[in-house]
C-alpha cells in the first residue's frame, strides 16, 4: 500500500541510507512483497549476518509489525507472514501474538496508526504488554 512505501521510505531516512544502500533496499523490498517470496532464506542471511542478537531479531519483527499496521489494519496474509518469520528467529507464535497486540495497542496515542476513537485506560495496558490487573508494588 500507499502507507506501506511511505514508512518504508521513512525507516531508509530513519538508517540514513546512501543512495545505493537504498536502491538496494528497495529490491529486496520488492522481492519480499512479490507472492511466492519464501522468507527462508533471507532469514537465514539476517541471522548469519549478526542478526541471531535477540535486540537485532527484535528490532526486525517490530519493524515488520509496524510495516503491516501501516495502513491501519493487519490481514491474515499479514499475520501468516509475521508468524512465519517469527518462527524462522525462533519466537513462538504467543509473542508474534503479543507484539502484534502491544503495537496495535501503541497505536491509538498520539504518533501512531490510530482510528477514530480517543485511547482508553484498558488501551494504555495493552500497549504496555500489562494486565489491568498487575500492580506496581
Known sequence: ???????????????GLRD?????????????????????EC???????GGAHPMLKRALLSYLVTLALAD????????AALQTVGA?????ESAISEL????????QFPGGVADSRAPSLD???????VSPEVSDG
Open 20 to 40: 545505493t544502500q537504498r536502491q538496494e533496499a528497495i529490491r529486496y523490498f520488492k522481492h519480499g512483497s512479490a507472492s511466492g517470496f519464501s522468507a527462508d
Open 100 to 107: 502484534l497486540r502491544m503495537a496495535t495497542a501503541q497505536g
Open 123 to 129: 488501551d494504555a495496558y495493552a500497549a504496555l504488554g
Open 88 to 92: 524462522l528467529l525462533g519466537y513462538p
Open 1 to 15: 500500500s500507499e502507507e506501506e512505501i511511505a514508512l518504508t521510505e521513512a525507516l531508509f531516512k530513519q538508517f
Open 43 to 49: 532469514v537465514t542471511q539476517f541471522l548469519q549476518a
Open 72 to 79: 491501519g489494519m493487519v490481514d491474515q496474509s499479514e499475520i
